[in-house]
């Protein structure tokens, strides 16, 4: 039987990259999913794709939150996977130094709000149940200090540890809904094109991204949605404010030898 047969399920930014990956791979293992990104064509066209239902959903919004409860009232599995970097509309400084207070609040508006409302919504649609599976993601750069992108980096550790606070709180009360965090590193999807860029030049920059990485590759989507099943699924009824890093090594040390 698919390990997520009968379970209804909600991905935020689920247009393109990780996102429509878990969708793809969360289809592929018998459930129902509702994919929601604030990009309607893209996300529109992914749905299409897999033959399931498309919100549109501004995650750093209550009011859009408020209504697709009232659309959505249950749920069995939440990803809030919508997330932004920043440098979405080009270069701009994301330092501790020059990043502007407004263009700090654009990423926690997303990133961290966005999981906030994401996870508020979960725990309403899951307890009349009391079980379901939410799935945070967060990032490597939650995990280590990012110089370069301050705003990011504080969003991403904000998600990590709200993903426990929200495990502790529901384990509280007594229902078994579980919350956990899966932190990827450099995993090729769109996100990464404005660094890449294209042309002749972009496999020599994609391997220097990777060249600190033990496996010394980027990460698939594909990767990321595996893990996503697991949690996902009633496999892991027993893991909650866990957090598994798809990184490649990176963060276990070292690859060169001493």
């Given amino acids: 039987m698919p390990r997520l047969s009968g379970k209804l399920c909600v991905i ?9 990956a878990i969708a793809q791979a969360f289809v592929a293992e018998g459930a129902t999913v509702i994919l929601t990104d604030i990009n309607e064509a ?7 794709s897999l033959a399931m239902p498309f919100h549109r959903l501004d995650v750093s919004r209550e009011d859009d939150w408020e209504a697709f409860a009232t659309r959505f009232p249950e749920v069995d ?3 809030n996977n919508a997330g932004i970097t920043g440098f979405e509309g080009g270069a701009v400084p994301h330092d501790p130094e020059h990043a502007t207070l407004a263009d700090w609040r654009a990423v926690l508006a ?3 709000d966005g999981v906030f409302l ?20 967060s990032s490597r750069s939650g995990q280590v200090g990012i110089p370069g992108a301050a705003a990011y980096a504080a969003s991403k550790a904000g998600v990590r540890n709200h993903s426990k ?17 899966i932190h990827p590193g450099a995993i090729l999807t769109p996100m990464w094109d404005a660094l ?3 042309g002749p030049g972009r496999a020599g920059r994609m391997a220097q991204c990777v060249a600190d990485t033990p496996l010394r590759r980027f990460g698939e989507p594909s990767e990321v949605a595996a893990v996503a099943v697991l949690l996902a699924s ?20 070292s690859a060169v030898r001493p």
């Fill in 234 to 253: 009633d496999e892991a009824a027993y893991m909650t404010g866990s957090e598994l890093t798809i990184d490649g090594g990176l963060l276990a040390g």
């Fill in 12 to 20: 935020t930014g689920a247009a393109r990259g990780i996102g429509a």
């Fill in 196 to 198: 890449l860029g294209d």
């Fill in 165 to 181: 606070t929200v495990a502790l709180y529901c384990a509280e009360q007594g229902w078994a809904i579980r919350c956990n965090a």
């Fill in 77 to 79: 599995v939440v990803v």
């Fill in 110 to 112: 997303v990133n961290l």
């Fill in 42 to 48: 893209a996300g529109c066209k992914t749905a299409g």
């Fill in 118 to 137: 994401g996870c508020r919504y979960a725990i309403a649609a899951m307890k009349r149940r009391g079980a379901g599976s939410i799935i945070n993601l």
